[in-house]
């Protein structure tokens, strides 16, 4: 994505009416804003050190591609136009900074500035990763542990302020104050662009842990838009936990993470049709899940760093990894052991009594005993999911299956309201539609 990024002339479009394949300038920006923001945060900020000024010159870049593109097609590389494109803002704003404050002289600063980035706030011996340079300053300790994993969703990987909302379960409004104050603190006390000390470095795992298991939920259940998964976000949050274990091995909470993200992200290539519709896991192809990924996982859960004393977060990640090796293991849907589900959500929700980790486990109670047992336990949910729309889908699946028709439409009509993302809504669309054939 880097390479000849600053040579790259910004105005080049290429392809015929700036589309690649089927896509075109809205898609292909969207495209890359998506699988490419925190690769671009991070060059930028490793070569300027302002987070202030990448923020507000990539969003320039965003908006400038959004009009240029549409008027001379997509260039040949999206990712390096805006690159160069905000690396340009930046100059210039520093070219103003610097005659505001008749400091230096313009051409120095655009020397040095030009000539930095090779520099960076710390050695580069512990770990040779923009992008987890910039994880980390994000998960510094003076930065509250939930604000830290919101704006790492943010700010490395390009997840949108509504979608961070609904994976904490916050409105929109209150999440975008907690962002603003956590850059605003970044940039106050001087939170470097740096990998901590080795050791240093254990007291921001779990808030980095947190922060990949988020962004992998993100890439798995987006809360809007088009797509049914972000593969390759669920991705990156793998290879952040990767990166993170290879320079800590057996640390329990990474092995514990990256056993759950194997476990799941095994099924990616089963998880949507070929026209890009959801796939529910009982309907799957097993035969297209990743068994190396699988096989990889639950050598992880046997492993030492898994059978002493853990702590709570790592175990909550554990007992989620084991009840997705139920499901890695069983041959098909019908063989699931339902009942050991169950009991693994038992011992979850003593450890982290969470509304979703009680809505999952809800759905096992139904597989094993039915779906009256299974709608017993949905009713004091409302509350505390006011806005989730996984709750009245669950609702209407089992209440019809419990022969309810009526009651599933009315549930259904509130989950497809509620319900931002486009495949999902299709789905929940088409079962209720399935009712009335």
């Not at 039915?370 to 996984?390: I, K, V």
Request: charged share 25%.
């Amino acid at each position: 994505m880097t390479a000849g990024a600053d040579e790259h002339d910004p105005g080049k479009p290429g392809g015929p009416g700036g589309r690649h394949g089927p896509d075109g300038p809205d898609d292909a920006l969207a495209g890359v804003v998506r699988e490419e923001w925190g690769r671009l945060v991070s060059l930028l900020l490793a070569r300027f050190r302002r987070l202030d000024l990448v923020e507000d010159a990539l969003a320039d870049a965003v908006e400038a591609a959004a009009r240029r593109w549409a008027r001379d097609g997509v260039p040949d590389n999206p990712a390096g136009w805006l690159h160069t494109t905000a690396r340009r803002r930046i100059l210039d704003r520093l070219r103003g900074e610097a005659m505001a404050q008749r400091k230096v002289p313009l051409l120095v600063v655009a020397a040095e500035e030009e000539g930095s980035g090779a520099v960076r706030a710390d050695p580069g011996d512990l770990v040779e990763d923009d992008l987890l340079r910039l994880v980390l300053m994000c998960s510094h300790p003076a930065l509250d542990p939930a604000a830290a994993s919101a704006l790492t969703l943010r700010l490395v990987l390009g997840v949108t302020t509504a979608d961070v909302a609904r994976l904490f379960l916050v409105p929109e409004p209150t999440m975008a104050a907690r962002l603003t104050r956590a850059k605003k603190k970044i940039v106050t006390a001087g939170i470097p662009f740096a990998v901590p000390a080795a050791t240093e470095l254990p007291e921001r795992l779990d808030v980095l842990a947190q922060t990949a298991y988020l962004a992998f939920t993100a890439g798995y259940a987006p809360g809007s838009g088009p797509d049914a998964l972000r593969a390759e976000l669920a991705g990156e949050a793998v290879r952040l936990v990767r990166v993170v274990l290879g320079l800590r091995p057996g640390e329990p909470v990474l092995t514990a993470l990256l056993a759950l993200m194997l476990l799941q992200h095994s099924r990616r290539d089963a998880r949507v049709d070929a026209h890009g519709a959801i796939v529910l896991l009982p309907d799957q192809d097993r035969s297209r899940w990743h068994r190396d990924e699988v096989d990889e996982a639950l050598a992880l859960l046997a492993s030492p760093a898994l059978t002493g004393r853990v702590t709570v977060q790592a175990a909550g990640y554990a007992v989620q990894a084991r009840i997705a090796a139920e499901h890695a293991t069983a041959p098909d849907a019908a063989s699931t052991r339902w009942d050991r589900v169950v009991a693994h959500y038992d011992t979850l929700l003593r450890l982290a009594p969470t509304p979703s980790a009680r809505l999952a486990r809800a759905v096992a109670v139904a597989e094993a005993d039915g779906p009256r047992a299974g709608l017993a336990l949905l009713d004091d949910l409302d509350e505390q999911l006011p806005h989730s729309h996984r709750l009245p889908a669950v609702r209407a699946e089992l209440l019809s299956r419990a022969g309810d028709h009526d009651g599933a439409r009315a549930a259904y009509a509130v989950a497809i309201a509620r319900c931002a993302n486009d495949a999902e809504r299709a789905l929940l669309t088409g079962r209720r539609d399935a009712l009335d054939a």
